[in-house]
């Protein structure tokens, strides 16, 4: 078979598309095409025609991810897959844009851009997933639809908060941590400090979780209250934010409980064993994660989260160790969320978290070696089927304990000792005594370089990078 290269560059409503060679030469020029059924019935007429003329040919096809703009075409390229020779990829535009500044291209258009897509296939083939059938799309949407809920409740809470300052402050005092329903329900009649004063104490305790003495705090209070505001506009606005939030609320409570009967229990389960993670956590991480055999290893999954650290060793020195953030937010928010949970009501976690407070690390930088940790935990429950079990974990810190006791020769330097002539900076200098010191066993572990940075694996290993590097982290 002869491979082609076919790279569309999508943007809203249409697609340039252009196929090369394996020489990067173009065979057929670029043509474009509107995101319509006829755009894409004539799509298919080109490929078909295109497989025609060349008996031999097997097409490489890939779209840019470009926000959900390429959804349509990749669809309509993966179903062609059942009738001609073709495989289609969704790429990373990051990959993309370096790829072809790499090439030095100095001017940017749809038609180069779909240029730039079929040459990183040709270049960069071992770093590209081919697309296959998502049975978890509707899910994903469904998802993503109950984080605007969310997101639109905050923007609301906020919006109540500030107008509640002037026209209701004395209610403030229980929204501290969370704004009850009980509490929307008492403003949706009692909008204001006004209106709240003259309420009758038994019209209050029909609310639900209103006693008769919460009743009358909230009585007493309101007529003591220092409102500045208390115009029947601010009450009417109040009124309806209110509604707004409580309508949002029923809707992703009815949303959550769609997906959780809609998605497949079996990672779901083994996911709620770790004490730290609900149905609405364990949800998202596999939305996110999709399928464990994506990953080879735990560091390519703690690099999927932007959760692996990064450095820069350039001469005599090293720095920025730090969590790179790389690739997508949303799913280091939702492990976040349960880093703190699990802080609270997992042992084994509160242990790593102590154990490196303790040490003097930031309590934030504690929170991202949790992150780290629950990721490396997540990941063997997935692949291996199991439950939770700290005992597991504790072992795997054991054995590498034991291996980082064993001094190792630096390898980049395999061909020859270090020559005390070299004409080498003071700080390589000392670097260089250290290592041989700590090698000769002259030097506790701590205070020397015992092994060169690039030969230790800093993402997927059982320990962390603070563990590794204790004066680097610190």
Request: charged letters at 25%; proline letters at 3%; aromatic letters at 8%.
């Amino acid at each position: 078979m002869t491979s082609y290269y076919l790279g569309a560059d999508v943007s809203k409503g249409y697609a340039d598309f252009v196929i090369l060679d394996s020489q990067k030469h173009p065979v057929e020029e670029g043509f474009q095409l509107d995101d319509t059924f006829e755009g894409h019935n004539l799509l298919y007429q080109r490929l078909c025609q295109f497989c025609a003329d060349r008996s031999e040919a097997f097409i490489h096809a890939a779209v840019e991810s470009t926000g959900g703009y390429e959804n349509n075409w990749l669809n309509t390229l993966v179903k062609f897959q059942s009738s001609l020779n073709l495989q289609a990829a969704r790429l990373n535009p990051f990959g993309v844009n370096a790829n072809s500044k790499a090439d030095l291209k100095r001017i940017t258009t749809d038609k180069i851009s779909a240029y730039s897509i079929a040459e990183y296939l040709i270049a960069h083939s071992e770093k590209v997933s081919y697309a296959a059938p998502d049975t978890l799309a509707s899910l994903r949407r469904q998802w993503s639809f109950i984080k605007l809920l969310t997101k639109q409740n905050t923007q609301l809470l906020n919006h109540l908060e500030s107008l509640l300052y002037s026209a209701n402050p004395e209610i403030l005092v229980y929204c501290k941590h969370h704004v009850r329903d009980w509490t929307l329900q008492v403003l949706k009649r009692y909008p204001t400090a006004d209106h709240l004063s003259r309420a009758r104490i038994s019209a209050l305790t029909r609310i639900s979780y209103v006693s008769e003495t919460r009743a009358q705090e909230l009585v007493e209070s309101a007529r003591k209250s220092v409102a500045s505001t208390t115009d029947k506009v601010t009450g009417q606005l109040i009124i309806s934010i209110v509604k707004q939030i409580l309508q949002l609320r029923r809707t992703i409570t009815s949303e959550s409980e769609r997906l959780a009967a809609e998605y497949p229990v079996t990672e779901v389960e083994l996911l709620k064993t770790f004490k730290g993670i609900k149905d609405y956590s364990a949800i998202g991480l596999m939305l996110e994660i999709q399928t464990i055999e994506r990953f080879p290893r735990s560091k390519n999954l703690t690099s999927f989260f932007g959760l692996h650290p990064v450095y820069r060793a350039s001469g005599d020195g090293m720095m920025g160790v730090h969590m790179s953030k790389k690739g997508r937010r949303e799913p280091r928010r939702i492990l976040f969320m349960v880093a703190l949970t699990a802080i609270r009501d997992n042992p084994l976690i509160r242990e790593i978290y102590l154990k490196h407070t303790e040490r003097g690390m930031s309590k934030m930088a504690a929170i991202g070696v949790c992150m780290h940790k629950i990721l490396r935990i997540i990941y063997g429950m997935l692949k291996h089927n199991q439950p939770f079990d700290p005992e597991i974990d504790r072992g795997n810190r054991e054995k590498s304990k034991t291996k980082r006791e064993v001094m190792l020769k630096d390898k980049s330097r395999r061909y020859q000792e270090y020559d005390s002539k070299a004409p080498i900076s003071g700080r390589q200098n000392k670097k260089r005594k250290e290592r041989n010191e700590s090698q000769n066993g002259h030097l506790p572990h701590k205070n020397g370089i015992i092994v060169s940075v690039p030969s230790v694996n800093l993402t997927y290993s059982s320990i962390s990078v603070q563990e590794v590097l204790p004066e680097i982290a610190q």
